[in-house]
T-cell receptor, first 114, second 113 residues
Framework: GESVGLHLPTLSVQEGDNSIINCAYS??????FIWYKQESGKGPQFIID?????DKRQGQRVTVLLNKTVKHLSLQIAATQPGDSAVYFC?????????????FGQGTELSVKP | DSGVTQTPKHLITATGQRVTLRCSPR?????VYWYQQSLDQGLQFLIH???????AKGNILERFSAQQFPDLHSELNLSSLELGDSALYFC????????????FGDGTRLSIL
């Protein structure tokens, strides 16, 4: 089924610590996954993506891990900074079968304490 | 700046009215997607247009319609507005459906009084 909005989980971390945000996706046929960051008053901003033929991908200070066996996605942020405070969404799609439709998770609010 | 432009930023109107939201995709992107974000439903896909043609539909109400013009900008039309239509409406674009990710605009906040 599709993800439905619920109470937003929150993660509070100290500046400089590493953050891990988790996401359980819903469709075993999904083959492409994205993490977005949404700040107040802004649209979702692309952070990093991964295709289903990979299990790990690294960017600048961010790493995405994909476990297809348990349909789990995680976003790791190294040396978290106050500017990382935002709501983070995972999204999934099947590029060739979904017509570009992204299914979003409920989001996790990350709060970074200075 | 994602390169996706949405106007207006805010819209306040009354029940029963009709509004049009506008989106200009990133230069070179042929696909335009519309999403609705509300507190109780999260981010929900509405509709996707590719190079002027409808490509996919989500849970879009019959009172809502969209189109993509030859210059690739898109409009989302919402009619017979109800209180429950109050939400953020986002437009996103990508080169084409097979070329992701989608890049989002900053949305239009629609308030129905």
């Amino acid at each position: 089924g599709e993800s439905v909005g619920l109470h937003l989980p929150t993660l509070s971390v100290q500046e400089g610590d590493n953050s891990i945000i988790n996401c359980a996706y819903s469709n075993s046929a999904s083959d492409y996954f994205i993490w977005y960051k949404q700040e107040s008053g802004k649209g979702p901003q692309f952070i990093i993506d991964i295709r289903s033929n990979m299990d790990k991908r690294q960017g600048q200070r961010v790493t995405v891990l994909l476990n297809k066996t348990v349909k789990h996605l995680s976003l790791q942020i190294a040396a978290t900074q106050p500017g990382d405070s935002a709501v983070y969404f995972c999204a999934e799609t099947s590029i060739y079968n979904q017509g570009g439709k992204l299914i979003f998770g409920q989001g996790t609010e990350l709060s970074v304490k200075p | 700046d994602s390169g996706v432009t949405q106007t207006p930023k805010h819209l306040i109107t009354a029940t029963g009215q009709r509004v049009t939201l506008r989106c200009s995709p990133r230069s070179g992107d042929l696909s335009v997607y519309w999403y609705q974000q509300s507190l109780d439903q999260g981010l929900q896909f509405l509709i996707h247009y590719y190079n002027g043609e409808e490509r996919a539909k989500g849970n879009i109400l019959e009172r809502f319609s969209a189109q993509q013009f030859p210059d690739l900008h898109s409009e989302l039309n919402l009619s017979s507005l109800e209180l429950g239509d109050s939400a953020l409406y986002f437009c996103a674009s990508s080169v084409d459906p097979g070329n992701q990710p989608q890049h989002f605009g900053d949305g239009t906040r629609l308030s129905i009084l």
